[in-house]
């Protein structure tokens, strides 16, 4: 079974997106695929009143389908903050040790790819006490972090390895999502060889900003950012 931790140097940098293109993808090589997103916040309310979560609605429709949707997100918030911190003011106790065990239980008989997507980064709180690489280093799921590939994701990017490393998680490798279309191709390659130059880990590619994917394959746009050669067995 292929294991991921999906997590970013900040919020809104396009975890998702690059989740789905992966799930997408596994399902495309006819891969039996599961994705988790154990904590969401700023999810909205259905007309009956309930907490949908948008993030862990797209992972379960990019998967297949294949689980309950209730099972890729056990805590939803519609405060947006941080779910440790949402958690706190609704009075919700967030269980790592229940996480744990139903994404392991999920996982029997085992899938072809799990994916844990957390939210924000590593140190966004999870619950009153524990951080999202809390999560990340129960599991022991290796890492893959999404990034900006403009300035000011050197740093960043840095900062989340030797998050990473200081709890003695494995980084599989680094994604850039380009999702304003922004980034010049020099700015890509320039920050990537400089990550790669300083800290090790191997930049995979850059997500393409492609809205709807309109005209692109999944093969295409996964590949593109290096994301095919995840789905490897190692």
């Known amino acids: 079974m292929i294991r991921l931790f999906v997590t970013g140097t900040d919020t809104e940098i396009g975890k998702t997106t690059v989740s789905c293109t992966l799930l997408a993808a596994a399902q495309a090589r006819g891969l039996r695929a599961l994705a988790f997103k154990p904590a969401e916040s700023g999810c909205t ?3 009956d009143g309930e907490l949908v979560a948008a993030d862990a609605q797209r992972l379960w429709q990019a998967a297949g389908r294949g689980q309950s949707l209730e099972s890729v997100c056990r805590y939803r918030f519609e405060e947006p903050v941080a779910p440790g911190v949402a958690a706190v003011r609704s009075g919700v106790e967030v269980d790592l040790g229940a996480i744990c065990q139903y994404i392991r239980a999920a996982c029997e008989p085992e899938p072809d790819l ?5 939210a924000g980064g590593l140190l ?4 009153a006490r524990e951080l999202i690489i809390d999560l990340a280093v129960a599991l022991a799921w290796p890492l893959l972090i999404v990034a900006r590939p403009g300035l000011g994701t050197i740093n960043h990017t840095l900062l989340s390895i030797e998050a990473a490393r200081s709890r ?8 850039f999502s ?3 279309g922004v ?28 809205p709807g994917m ?12 290096g994301l095919l050669e995840l789905l490897d067995p190692r």
């Open 45 to 47: 309310r259905d007309p």
């Open 178 to 180: 380009d999702t304003g």
């Open 214 to 225: 309109t005209g692109h394959s999944v093969e295409q746009v996964a590949g593109s950012a």
């Open 124 to 127: 966004v709180p999870l619950s």
């Open 114 to 118: 799990a994916l844990v997507e957390g």
């Open 168 to 175: 003695s998680l494995e980084v599989r490798g680094v994604v």
């Open 183 to 210: 980034a010049s191709a020099e700015a890509v390659a320039s920050n990537a060889s400089e990550i790669e130059r300083l800290s090790g880990v191997r930049v995979l590619g850059c997500l393409p900003y492609l």
